[in-house]
């Protein structure tokens, strides 16, 4: 059920004679939102249509780490629950202020996996009045390759994109070579940010912090094993476009940026050698270390090394010599249905 704030088809009573014909309660250009509730991220995008694609009018982003302690007791805690709520409270006065036409929410991976992902799902659109629809991680790799795949460079073998997400990552074959990318393959691990560093737990010292980033890349690599088996041998140019948070930070410490800025990030072609040796370096430092890095900070530092392993391991299974990053996705991917009319 996608969120809909009045009837915009029903046509406005005829004015009468020497009347002047009443301000259109819609205007031309229409305004959609796309939300995505994921394990550690609420995310919204407000946009009109504009020539082949659209023009953002409004965004909101908030960490809330709703899968926050899920590994543990298959429950959504009280307190994940309350900042999550806060957070689709923004968003819910977003979508008033900006009278906003057609819009679809989403919940992923913490609200698939949780026992109580339903009532949390009753309580925010009580609370909000935003209706999450909680879809397949089959719906959403194909979300996150309708909304990036123009990012991926030119070429005729397949490609690969993947999303690191906070509760799984989703991986996709894709063949290129169609307007919109057709889908040849597709597997969802069950280790994203949050779930691999719950489950991995924590270590100290140098050695301890090696043996547990080996610990998380054996763990990602068992869980592809089936995937990979099934990719293609000989790809002569190997492409890999990545859509996470763990991607665009790990371009924004190659960039050596001061604070995150997605018109640098987004689109940006990085050597698959230069993510290796972030990765590396940063599965070396402590805590305390990783969050004095611009770009990652307070926030990031404890789940950054668990992307990282993740990361690598997507490298190792389809070892392309350059990586695509997108800061776009789901969202998109929404905006784009939304607006073709699409059967959602």
């Known amino acids: 059920m996608p969120y809909r704030q009045g009837n915009p088809a029903r046509p406005a009573p005829a004015p009468g004679k020497g009347q002047a014909a009443p301000r259109a309660r819609w205007p031309e250009a229409r305004h959609y939102a796309a939300l995505d509730l994921g394990t550690n991220n609420c995310r919204l995008l ?34 994940a629950i309350d900042r999550t709520l806060s957070a689709l409270k923004v968003c819910a006065d977003k979508l008033k202020r900006r009278n906003v036409t057609l819009a679809r929410s989403v919940a ?45 460079e ?26 919109v990318p057709t889908v040849l393959d597709w597997h969802s691990a069950p280790w994203g940010v949050v779930s691999l560093t719950e489950h991995a737990g924590n270590a100290e010292g140098a050695e301890g912090r090696l043996a547990l980033y080996n610990r998380m890349r054996s ?15 000989g790809i002569d140019r190997p492409r890999l476009l990545g859509t996470s948070g763990t991607v665009t930070t790990l371009a924004s410490v190659h960039l050596g940026l001061s604070h995150y800025d997605r018109s640098q990030v987004d689109g940006l072609i ?6 290796r040796k972030i990765s590396a370096d940063l599965s070396r430092m402590d805590l305390s270390e990783r969050a004095t890095l611009p770009c990652i900070g307070t926030e990031r530092a404890d789940l950054v090394v668990a992307g990282c392993a993740i990361l690598e391991t997507i490298m190792d299974l389809w070892p392309a010599e350059r990586l ?6 789901i969202r998109e991917g929404i905006l784009r249905r939304l607006m073709r009319g699409d059967k959602l």
Not at 50 to 57: K, L, N, R
């Open 108 to 152: 992923t991976e913490a609200c698939r996996r949780a026992e109580n992902g339903p009532a949390f799902i009753a309580r925010a659109y009580a609370e909000t009045g935003i209706h999450l629809d909680i879809i397949s991680a089959e719906e959403e790799a194909r979300l996150a390759v309708l909304g990036c795949h123009v990012l991926i």
């Open 46 to 79: 407000i946009a009109r249509p504009q020539g082949d694609g659209f023009a953002v009018v409004d965004a909101f982003s908030r960490i809330v780490r709703l899968g926050e302690g899920l590994a543990a007791t298959g429950r959504l805690s009280d307190a």
């Open 219 to 233: 763990l990602v690599a068992e869980s592809f094993a089936g995937f990979a088996s099934r990719l293609p041998r």
């Open 270 to 275: 990085v050597p698959a050698a230069s993510m």
């Open 154 to 179: 030119p070429g005729d073998d397949p490609a690969l994109i993947f999303d690191i997400g906070g509760g799984s990552t989703e991986l996709v074959l894709v063949d290129t070579r169609p307007t």
């Open 324 to 329: 695509g990053v997108a800061d776009r996705g």
